[in-house]
């Protein structure tokens, strides 16, 4: 698809356009960190942001929702609950955050499609927005080969000074800009800049892990006894911050609340992690990854192998918000790169 202009100074009407006919959500500064969050105007957005706390994960999967309502009795009946989303534009997600997005559609469009969340992933517009430097020193995106996007947005845009360049993702992007924004073609010199912004971005960004991705899978499993994690999980609190914050942790909890009359109720879906305790208890008290070591082991083999062998993508985007949030700093590319060290000096 074609790429066109957009100038800086035309966003803000582009953004009070969307707002006629969508929830625009985008990044906006909040005690000084930045949130995804429902904005009333372009003035309340920052999209100069470096990430924010949260992904966008919730726009999709909410922290807690109802799945079904249900009648006891003599007449029992149970009913599906389906919102009807309004439509929302998600303004200015970084590349990793597109990524993770796929990695979300892949749990629960492809495998066993959810209906809740389908609904909101159809009624939802991606605006992209290039990264071109690092956010902070714990992002590892390039690693993760997430620094670059060539699909999963309707538009992405690019700064280039003055202007965005903005790429065409769909057919739905392309009739959103026709019909909201004021662009153009670009000029032979802004086709320079961003070939000059692109050169820049890759500059920029330096890669950290000391192996090639792919190994990934084969330098965990062989870690599996490894007493690395042991030693790991004596600094883990297990408080499970990492996995609320990351974009692409899924896994959720379900249970059944009933109204003290005992006549009806609903079905009620609520986001678990792996890292607490009572994540793997099941019937009987059982629980099959009762201690730190397991849970934690569990959780990096999870986004470095499961994940990966699963879905053919690593399931880890490298946004680094698991580090940012961990109050004892553990930090994924450092494990992996522990491991492999490890493994490196064994064979020896
Ligand atoms: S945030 Fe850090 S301390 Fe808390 S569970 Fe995750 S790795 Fe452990
Ligand atoms: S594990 Fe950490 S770096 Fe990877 S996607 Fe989750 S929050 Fe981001």
Same mark, same amino acid.
């Given at each position: 698809?074609?790429?066109?202009?957009?100038?800086?100074?035309?966003?803000?009407?582009?953004?009070? =356009?969307?707002?006629?006919?969508?929830?625009?959500?985008?990044?906006?500064?909040?005690?000084?960190?930045?949130?995804?969050?429902?904005?009333?105007?372009?003035?309340?957005?920052?999209?100069?942001?470096?990430?924010?706390?949260?992904? %966008?994960?919730?726009?999709?999967?909410?922290?807690?929702?109802?799945?079904?309502?249900?009648?006891?009795?003599?007449?029992?009946?149970?009913?599906?609950?389906?919102?009807?989303? /309004?439509?929302?534009?998600?303004?200015?997600?970084?590349?990793?955050?597109?990524?993770?997005?796929?990695?979300?559609?892949?749990?629960?469009?492809?495998?066993?499609?959810?209906?809740?969340?389908?609904? *909101?992933?159809?009624? !939802?517009?991606?605006?992209?927005?290039?990264?071109?430097?690092?956010?902070?020193?714990?992002?590892?995106?390039?690693?993760?080969?997430?620094?670059?996007?060539?699909?999963?947005?309707?538009?992405?845009?690019?700064?280039?000074?003055?202007?965005?360049?903005?790429?065409?993702?769909?057919?739905?992007?392309? $009739?959103?800009?026709?019909?909201?924004?004021?662009?153009?073609?670009?000029?032979?010199?802004?086709?320079?800049?961003? $070939?000059?912004?692109?050169?820049?971005?890759?500059?920029?960004?330096?890669? *950290?892990?000391?192996?090639?991705?792919?190994?990934?899978?084969?330098?965990?499993?062989?870690?599996?006894?490894?007493?690395?994690?042991?030693?790991?999980?004596?600094?883990?609190?297990?408080?499970?911050?990492?996995?609320?914050?990351?974009?692409?942790?899924?896994?959720?909890?379900?249970?059944?609340?009933?109204?003290?009359?005992?006549?009806?109720?609903?079905?009620?879906?609520?986001?678990?992690?792996?890292?607490?305790?009572?994540?793997?208890?099941?019937?009987?008290?059982?629980?099959?990854?009762?201690?730190?070591?397991?849970?934690?082991?569990?959780?990096?083999?999870?986004?470095?192998?499961?994940?990966?062998?699963?879905?053919?993508?690593?399931?880890?985007?490298?946004?680094?918000?698991? !580090?940012?949030?961990?109050?004892?700093?553990? =930090?994924?590319?450092?494990?992996?790169?522990?491991?492999?060290?490890? /493994?490196?000096?064994?064979? %020896?």
């Amino acid at each position: 698809m074609p790429l066109k202009i957009l100038p800086k100074e035309s966003v803000p009407l582009f953004v009070d =356009n969307l707002l006629r006919d969508y929830e625009v959500i985008g990044p906006l500064r909040k005690d000084g960190f930045y949130v995804f969050g429902s904005v009333r105007s372009f003035s309340d957005m920052e999209l100069d942001y470096p990430i924010t706390i949260y992904p %966008a994960k919730k726009f999709f999967l909410p922290p807690r929702e109802s799945l079904l309502r249900f009648k006891t009795g003599e007449k029992v009946s149970v009913e599906p609950v389906v919102e009807e989303p /309004q439509p929302k534009v998600l303004f200015g997600l970084h590349p990793c955050d597109l990524h993770s997005t796929w990695l979300l559609d892949a749990a629960f469009l492809q495998e066993t499609p959810d209906a809740s969340y389908e609904a *909101r992933r159809r009624h !939802t517009v991606f605006v992209g927005l290039d990264c071109l430097k690092p956010c902070d020193e714990y992002a590892f995106c390039k690693d993760m080969g997430t620094l670059y996007v060539n699909g999963g947005y309707d538009l992405f845009l690019t700064d280039i000074g003055d202007a965005y360049a903005v790429d065409i993702g769909s057919k739905r992007g392309e $009739e959103m800009l026709e019909r909201y924004a004021d662009t153009r073609e670009p000029t032979p010199s802004e086709l320079k800049r961003l $070939e000059a912004a692109h050169k820049e971005k890759e500059e920029n960004f330096s890669n *950290r892990l000391k192996f090639d991705i792919h190994n990934l899978p084969a330098i965990l499993w062989n870690s599996y006894d490894s007493p690395y994690w042991e030693e790991l999980a004596q600094k883990c609190l297990g408080c499970g911050s990492c996995t609320l914050v990351c974009s692409t942790c899924y896994c959720f909890d379900v249970f059944d609340k009933v109204e003290l009359n005992l006549q009806k109720g609903e079905r009620i879906r609520v986001w678990d992690s792996c890292l607490l305790e009572e994540f793997a208890k099941v019937a009987g008290g059982l629980n099959f990854r009762p201690s730190r070591v397991e849970r934690l082991r569990h959780r990096f083999f999870r986004k470095g192998k499961y994940l990966t062998e699963r879905f053919g993508k690593v399931g880890c985007v490298g946004c680094g918000r698991c !580090t940012r949030n961990c109050l004892v700093h553990i =930090n994924p590319i450092e494990v992996y790169n522990h491991i492999y060290e490890e /493994q490196q000096k064994s064979a %020896a």
